[in-house]
């Protein structure tokens, strides 16, 4: 302390014992495990512990639309090995959502919308989204599927097959197009990065 500079040091020592690593997961989601962990997991078991891994996982987890809810824990430490498991609950989201919407536009005249998705196709995390716009002078159908690549974190691959007629004036068009494309989804936060 040094009362003349109206200043004092302050030494603390902190003992924090030694480092835990990443014990088995846990895991009720309804997705097949294995690929549930390629895809979402932040972390493997034997990485050092890391509470933002935990984080991240548990934002992965939630943007994934997979799960209402959904938890992602440590369990009691294991002071012998140095090891935590952690524990993944959760309650799945709806399996189907429907949409359906109205509206009505000077150039286009009435118009209406039907959509349906199935967010789990099946176990290995495909999803459906059908969509049919109606309008006066034109129907469309989009079926689109999207399926998550385990390899690259929050990513997919989308198949598109969009099938119109429209009708201007006295000529009529109709086509069919496919598209495939890859999605990679990224933003700012600690969840985006794998």
């Given at each position: 302390m040094d009362p003349a500079t109206h200043s004092a040091r302050a030494y603390v020592t902190l003992e924090t014992g030694e480092r835990y690593r990443f014990g088995p997961t846990i895991?009720?989601?309804?997705?097949?495990?294995?690929?549930?962990?390629?895809?979402?997991?932040?972390?493997q078991e034997g990485d050092w512990y890391d509470a933002e891994s935990l984080l991240r996982t548990q934002f992965a987890l939630d943007d994934s639309q997979y799960f209402a809810i959904?938890?992602?824990?440590?369990e009691e430490r294991d002071r012998k090995n140095k090891v935590a498991a952690v524990r993944i609950t959760s309650e799945p989201n709806r399996r189907h959502v429907y949409r359906i919407g109205v509206g009505y536009g000077s150039d286009t005249g009435a118009r209406g919308t039907l959509g349906w998705e199935d967010r789990r196709l099946n176990t290995r995390g495909h999803r459906l989204h059908a969509e049919t716009p109606r309008l006066r002078h034109r129907q469309l159908g989009d079926p689109d599927l999207h399926r998550p690549l385990v390899r690259i974190p929050r990513s997919r691959s989308s198949y598109q097959l969009r099938v119109f007629r429209e009708q201007n004036a006295d000529i009529e068009t109709e086509g069919t197009t496919f598209k495939v494309?890859?999605?990679?989804?990224?933003?700012?936060?600690s969840a985006c990065s794998p």
């Open positions: 895991d009720r989601a309804e997705l097949a495990p294995r690929r549930a962990r390629a895809r979402y997991l932040r972390y959904v938890e992602v824990l440590p494309g890859l999605t990679q989804v990224r933003g700012s936060g």
